[in-house]
């Protein structure tokens, strides 16, 4: 049984920077790959970011730039690094872990943009 937990949201006023946590139960360098995600109120979910087996990243267009996926196999924990944070970041933040064919998720952190 897998567990994600996150942690690192909060309330950060515009420009400013939170790192979001994903502690894993598993070994990470055992899944394909991990994400994080967000949503939103009234939206559907978005990718925001992922990060492969090997260590390769991907992002959003929207956060490309301004947010670093990473991760620390010995501690089986992943990161979101998020800096020049914009009101429009606001959402539910998700981690995300695929070990084809299952893909497991966390319970979400919120973070909100806001002076």
């Known amino acids: 049984q897998v567990q994600l937990v996150e942690s690192g949201g909060g309330l950060v006023q515009p420009g400013g920077s939170l790192r979001l946590s994903c502690a894993a139960s598993?070994?990470?360098?055992?899944?394909?790959?991990m994400a994080w995600y967000r949503q939103a109120p009234g939206k559907g979910r978005e990718l925001v970011a992922t990060?492969?087996?090997?260590?390769?990243?991907n992002y959003a267009d929207s956060v490309k730039g301004r947010f670093t996926i990473s991760r620390d196999t010995a501690k089986n924990t992943q990161f979101l690094q998020m800096n020049s944070l914009r009101p429009e970041d606001t959402a539910v933040y998700y981690c995300?872990?695929?070990?084809?064919?299952?893909?497991?998720w966390g319970q979400g952190t919120q973070v909100t943009v806001s002076s």
């Open positions: 598993g070994r990470i360098f055992s899944f394909d790959f």
């Open positions: 995300s872990a695929k070990r084809f064919p299952v893909t497991y």
């Open positions: 990060i492969t087996n090997g260590g390769s990243t």
